[in-house]
C-alpha cells in the first residue's frame, strides 16, 4: 500500500470512529438519555446543558464529515478537541478513576489523528509566504 493510500485509509479509519462516537454522544445528549444526563450533573453541570451539547456533536459530525468547507472543518475539530479537553479535566477534578478519564483521552487520540492526517482538500490553504 502506498504512503497515500496508508494516510488516507488512517484519516477515514479515524474520522469514522469520531464520527461514530460523537454521533452516539450527541444523540444520547439531545434526548435525553438518564445516564448521560446523571453523568452530567454529577459533574456538577446542569442537566440542560446536555442538549447543547448534543447539537454541538451533531454540527460537529456533519462538519468534518462534509465536503469542502475547510475553515467550518477548523471550528469543528476545535470545538471537538474543547469539548474531550473539558470532558478530561472535569473528571479529574472530580475525583474520578481512569475508567472516566480514559475515554475523552482516547477519543482525543482519534480526534488528532483525523486531524493530522486529513487530505489537503480538507485543509485551509496556507498562507503566502512573505
Known sequence: MADDKR???????????LALGFTAGGVMDLIGNPDMIKQLTDL????YLARFLGVAKLLA????LAPRFPR????AYAGITIDLVG????????????DKIMPPLVFLFVAAASYLLRPGSRKLPSA???
Not at 456538577?44 to 442537566?47: E, V
Not at 459530525?61 to 468534518?64: D, H, L, Q, S
Open 72 to 75: 467550518l472543518k477548523e471550528w
Open 128 to 130: 503566502p509566504k512573505d
Open 61 to 64: 459530525v456533519a462538519a468534518i
Open 7 to 17: 494516510r488516507n485509509f488512517g484519516y477515514w479509519l479515524a474520522t469514522a470512529l
Open 87 to 98: 470532558a478530561t479535566y472535569s473528571h479529574v477534578a472530580h475525583g474520578d478513576g481512569a
Open 44 to 47: 456538577g453541570y446542569p442537566a
